[in-house]
């Protein structure tokens, strides 16, 4: 889509250069699919391209400590291609089995693939944004920097607030995402359903069993924010039903042509449960399920009658 409310473009990456009227741009695919508007109702008059940054896409070990660090211009298909580099063939990290069906969550055309960035999948902020299920479901840590030198981090859990809402103040800018190697090393499960073999992900949940006993589950897609929930150790059915009510209420559910509140509710009840019992069993007789299919299957007849209308 043309933009044409655009002055001029500038290449950097320092936050120094930005005032009022500017959008930093790193693959562009919601600023060039919603055009001008995509932000608010004042277009963008200048464009901060990052793409001269020359950030290294993943690196290993950097300096906020042991595990992996992706740059924010990281692509999705530098991401997905992680599995296919030797370097990244650790079998002390097994949640790396999670890059895969998050990528494929995206749906996406080659275009998007292989523009489409890690900071820009973080700071549009929807829902069902992959990138943001894979860095909050293993405690990715943001680096974000701000005009005067200034630099903060915050907790990728976090960082998102709303449907297209984030923490960034204005002229901050996304440098990175921290996925620690305690994470990194638990044993995972992954959850994925949408209403449609091509749509948007209506559910995604990402459980993770740190250490062998403790349990973090992960809800992204059926609520408008992450929402996360710890346990000192994996909890029976009944008290996982009752913590996911108390941590999410009615009206975080998200709600769109993608899935009623309803039924993410009842979904993420199901699919919390099968995280559960799945991380319960001993690691070799549980199910492969994360892998580059979407889990569980989609969704039956009987599982769409609370959003018959719904589509992709």
């Known amino acids: 889509m043309d933009m044409n409310t655009i002055e001029a473009v500038v290449r950097t990456a320092d936050p120094a250069d930005w005032r009022d009227g500017d959008a930093w741009l790193a693959g562009g695919t919601v600023l060039f699919s919603y055009g001008s508007y995509a932000f608010g109702p004042q277009p963008p008059r200048r464009l901060l391209d990052l793409g001269a940054a020359g950030w290294p896409a993943v690196t290993v070990d950097g300096e906020s400590g042991p595990g992996l660090e992706l740059a924010a211009t990281c692509t999705v298909a530098d991401l997905y291609g992680l599995q296919?580099?030797?370097?990244?063939?650790?079998t002390d990290w097994p949640a790396l089995d999670l890059?895969?069906?998050?990528?494929?969550?995206?749906?996406?055309?080659?275009?998007?693939?292989?523009?489409?960035?890690?900071?820009?999948n973080l700071c549009t902020s929807l829902p069902a944004g992959p990138v943001i299920s894979l860095c909050a479901g293993l405690d990715g840590v943001a680096t974000i920097l701000g005009?005067?030198?200034?630099?903060?981090?915050?907790p990728v859990a976090g960082f998102v607030t709303g449907d297209g809402q984030n923490g960034l103040a204005p002229g901050e800018l996304l440098r990175s995402v921290h996925l620690p190697a305690s994470a990194l090393s638990a044993r995972v499960a992954f959850r994925r359903l949408s209403l449609s073999?091509?749509?948007?992900?209506?559910?995604?949940?990402?459980?993770?069993?740190?250490g062998g006993t403790s349990f973090v589950l992960t809800v992204t897609a059926a609520t408008k924010r992450p929402v996360q929930l710890r346990f000192g150790q994996l909890p029976d059915a009944?008290?996982?039903?009752?913590?996911?009510?108390?941590?999410?209420?009615?009206?975080?559910?998200?709600?769109?042509?993608?899935?009623?509140?309803?039924?993410r509710r009842d979904m993420t009840h199901r699919l919390a449960e099968e995280i559960r019992a799945e991380l319960a069993a001993p690691a070799d007789t549980a199910p492969a399920t994360v892998s580059g299919d979407f889990w569980p299957p989609q969704p039956t007849a009987a599982d769409q009658t609370a959003a018959p209308q719904e589509g992709a």
């Open 99 to 120: 890059i895969r069906p998050c990528c494929d969550s995206f749906v996406a055309s080659f275009k998007v693939w292989n523009m489409s960035t890690v900071g820009g």
């Open 238 to 263: 009944a008290g996982l039903a009752a913590a996911l009510d108390d941590a999410i209420p009615e009206g975080l559910y998200h709600d769109d042509i993608h899935g009623l509140p309803a039924w």
């Open 84 to 90: 296919d580099t030797l370097a990244f063939r650790r």
């Open 197 to 210: 073999n091509l749509g948007r992900s209506g559910v995604l949940l990402i459980g993770r069993l740190d």
């Open 147 to 154: 005009p005067g030198g200034a630099s903060r981090t915050v």
